[in-house]
């Protein structure tokens, strides 16, 4: 779950990050394990461009990187990729697309296939034009899911995460823009200041720009 409301989901007996919750396991070093960028107020949109990269999570864990909106009343809806285990199952050592979203007190989420290594593409949550309060996920421009929220603006944040100290992971976002309603259309720019960004360890984050940074392992 997202750093902010991590105590709320510890309720649910699982370790949780925003855009990805896991049964809780046994492993070495268990726990939440964040890269994290968040937006300086609350937009209609997040897009970035991840690169799949390669991580190794130990038996029983998962690395995951996705761009997210969170709502003032703590729900959200993400979309990005993973490798590991999730609540819907094994990726069996592949990469694969995912969404997954906290609304109405309960946590949803599936694989949208296989994401190949070393490629990039583009994640976006969105508002939904001319809705009552809808927000879609969208990967490559195509829409993946679509959910009615309780506002019409939400926090951007991308993300990594992880779920053992003991994983290996890297990656790179760039390319991050917010978005704003502008009559009847969807008004996208570049993101010109962070909330807050940061790393647990022992991971590291390099900002590279105010659209741009890169994460891996420290050490």
């Known amino acids: 779950m997202n750093r902010m409301f991590q105590a709320l989901l510890l309720g649910l007996g699982a370790f949780a990050v925003t855009g990805l919750i896991v049964p ?15 937006y300086k107020t609350y937009t209609k949109g997040n897009v970035a461009t991840l690169m799949i990269t390669n991580p190794v999570p130990v038996t ?5 990187n996705f761009v997210c909106l969170i709502f003032q009343d703590g729900t959200w809806l993400a979309i990005g990729w993973v490798e590991g285990m999730t609540p819907w199952g094994s990726t069996n050592g592949y990469k694969m ?3 997954d979203q906290y609304v109405g007190g309960a946590y949803s989420g599936a694989f949208l296939g296989a994401a190949p290594y070393n490629t990039w593409h583009s994640f976006r949550v969105s508002y939904v034009l001319r809705t009552s309060f809808f927000f879609a996920a969208y990967l490559d421009g195509v829409e993946k899911k679509r ?19 003991q994983d290996f992971m890297s990656g790179h ?3 991050m823009k917010y978005a704003l309603q502008s009559g009847r259309t969807m008004a996208w720019y570049p993101w ?14 390099s900002i590279l720009s105010q659209t741009e940074w890169y994460y891996g392992v420290s050490g």
């Not at 959910?147 to 100290?165: I, N, R, V």
């Open 173 to 175: 976002v760039k390319d």
């Open 24 to 38: 809780a396991t046994v492993s070495a070093v268990p726990g939440w394990y964040y890269v994290w960028t968040d």
């Open 97 to 99: 697309y995912y969404y």
């Open 192 to 205: 010109d200041g962070y909330g807050s960004y940061g790393a647990d360890p022992p991971y590291f984050i």
């Open 60 to 64: 029983g864990s998962a690395c995951a």
């Open 147 to 165: 959910t009615q929220f309780l506002y019409s603006t939400g926090l951007p944040e991308t993300e990594a995460e992880s779920h053992d100290s």
